[in-house]
């Protein structure tokens, strides 16, 4: 059993285009994130969620806009990719926020390629 | 701004040596400081975490240690196996609403047969 998923795993498109990345964990956490990896390995924050609200906003385009449905699932809706958008596009959750240590579990990532 | 450093960048180590990666934080209210290993293709798994409170922590080959007053932790890997190749990242955070990781930029790990 996934306990964070996101799909899809793979996507290429053109630039310009508009896509979506949707992620579900079935973990029971409260706390949602999206990270980005880009090709020098860098992981940086974009968003995250604590029952469906958002509580950060890292310094992320308006192309980019999370959607909460409820705190299971957490999509990334992305407008007019651009070339600089390729990367791997993490989700993961943690039981909570605002308390240290609690861990955060990654999903598989999606590879998301601009051409 | 937060800022956690990690070194080396990548390492390359023969197949039972020791294997050690650093990292050095900026932010002195972190007191979570968990470390991921991320294998080709795949997202980062936990592997071992330490809190503020505790100096240093084990778990069968791996062991991290933790020095507050220098700000900084590390990871070792004892005994090391092909399969440990991956990358490797550190990260810290602190309590606080905004919780979130503050990552290394990461080590990649060859361990040669």
């Known amino acids: 059993d996934t306990a964070v998923s996101q799909t899809p795993k793979y996507l290429v498109t053109q630039m310009g285009n508009d896509k979506s990345i949707k992620c579900e964990q079935n973990?029971?956490?409260?706390?949602m994130y999206w990270y980005k990896q880009d090709s020098k390995k860098f992981l940086k924050i974009m968003f995250s969620?604590?029952?469906?609200?958002?509580?950060i906003n890292e310094t992320v385009p308006n192309r980019f806009s999370p959607k909460s449905p409820d705190k299971a699932h957490l999509n990334l809706h992305i407008n007019s990719l651009e070339l600089g958008d390729s990367a791997v596009y993490f989700c993961?959750?943690?039981?909570?926020?605002?308390?240290?240590?609690?861990?955060?579990?990654f999903g598989e990532g999606s590879w998301l390629t601009v051409v | 701004g937060e800022n956690v450093e990690q070194h080396p960048s990548t390492l390359s180590v023969q197949e039972g040596d020791s294997a050690v990666i650093k990292c050095t934080y900026s932010d002195s209210a972190s007191n979570y400081f968990p470390w991921y290993k991320q294998e080709l293709g795949k997202g980062p798994q936990l592997i071992i975490d330490i809190r503020s409170n505790v100096g240093e922590k084990k778990d069968q080959r791996i062991a991290v240690t933790l020095n507050k007053t220098a700000k900084h932790f590390s990871l070792h890997i004892t005994e090391t196996q092909p399969e440990d190749s991956a990358v490797y990242f550190c990260?810290?955070?602190?309590?606080?609403?905004?919780?979130?990781?503050?990552f290394g930029t990461g080590t990649r790990l060859k361990v040669l047969a």
């Open positions: 969620y604590n029952n469906k609200e958002l509580i």
């Open positions: 993961a959750s943690s039981p909570a926020t605002g308390f240290s240590g609690n861990t955060i579990y």
């Open positions: 990260a810290a955070s602190r309590n606080g609403g905004t919780y979130k990781y503050i």
């Open positions: 973990l029971g956490h409260d706390t």
